[in-house]
């Protein structure tokens, strides 16, 4: 059911009470509430835009408002959603033997401001916004730059779910009728199914769904596609599926953990020592190592139940609870 309308100007004032200027979210030179940084992702450097905290504000507004009001196919896409994790989107693919993993070439850039317009015009009717189509260019000055979602916006996320809906919901269509299960996290396009001839052959299904929906805006990475197949293996997302269905962490991941812990309750200058050739950063030691059970409690809790008999629930959960600065 749509909620009422109201003015945009009405709901943004409800939601900051004065501390943000309307007339500024309406007006005010976009390309001076945001810096550029180059910082390497990767093996590659990436272009990041690192918006103020006034445009930061003005992306909360429009994402509550607006952008989460857009329809999702919340069963195939699961980055950028609460409660749904990249975890989730390898453990449907869980009765898979063959499995085809695909990734879309630079995902945010191809992703265009006629093709953000399109999508706010087609979920309009959804959100609470009065007129939303009035303001669409102020929207758009906001959200994108360069002609594309950027790097580094927090609306880029949930605009890139919102635009792929169409394309999701047909690509889910096309592999159901061949027995096919199809799940998305971000850029990373997963298809499994029994019959390793219709799982090769969903390629050519997800390239001609790409050109109809997006012509040759949206492209896959031909040097990032992979076939699996359960027998070697099945590693998807950075985790592995095993052949009884059960998703897990990497066993070198798992082994680095567990030295880890073990050197942090025997001998605190090895750990140290382990921490710097693993993570070249020994004063953030602890904090990844917090990041590393924690990826492990949204994966595996088999797994962490394992680490908390071996090295104790108060270790083990003091990692997984301490917030490290």
Known sequence: MNLPKKPIEELFAAMY??????????GADVAS????????????????????????????????????????????????????????????????RHFLVNDLADFFPSIDVSLVRSTLIVGATACPVEALESHLSRILQLVCIGDALPLGFATSPILSNAALFAFDTALQKACESRSLVYSRYSDDLIISGSDRDEVAGAGKIVEGLLHEHFGEKLRLNPFKSKSLHLGSKVRILGMVLLPNGKVTVDAKLRANIEVLLYFYLKDRAKFAEFAKKVTGEPDKAEARLSGWLNYINSVDQDYLDKLRMKYGSALVDRFVHRSFG
């Open 33 to 96: 509430l945001y810096t550029t940084k180059t910082p390497r992702i990767g093996s590659k450097r990436r272009t990041l835009h690192v918006p103020s905290d006034k445009l930061r504000a003005y992306h909360e507004f429009l994402n509550l408002f607006v952008f989460e009001f857009l329809p999702v196919n919340t069963s195939i896409a699961f980055a950028y959603r609460k409660g749904s994790s990249a975890a989730d989107a390898v453990r449907v693919h869980k009765d898979g």
């Open 17 to 26: 009470h004065g501390k943000q200027n309307f007339a500024d979210f309406i």
